[in-house]
């Protein structure tokens, strides 16, 4: 089990990472689509509520899993 949960801290650390690198540059990337930087910030925010959503529903699976003993 030790195991599953720190490859679970590593994912969401990636993850995580990844939404603040893309906030430096965000910027480059409007320009570079010819959008507005609050378009590309809208989206950017889009992404991070899909991904925190997506994770709350992992941990939570993870969870009843781990309870109830449904091993895939």
Not at 21 to 36: D, E, K, M, N, S
Request: aromatic share 12%.
């Amino acid at each position: 089990m030790k195991r599953t949960l720190y490859l679970l801290a590593l994912c969401i650390l990636g993850i995580a990472t990844t939404e603040f690198g893309v906030i430096g540059i965000l910027p480059q990337i409007a320009a570079h689509f010819r959008g507005t930087i609050d378009r590309a910030g809208w989206l950017l925010s889009g992404f991070a509520l899909v991904i925190s959503i997506n994770i709350s529903i992992s941990i939570s699976w993870s969870t009843l899993t781990i309870i109830h003993g449904w091993y895939l």
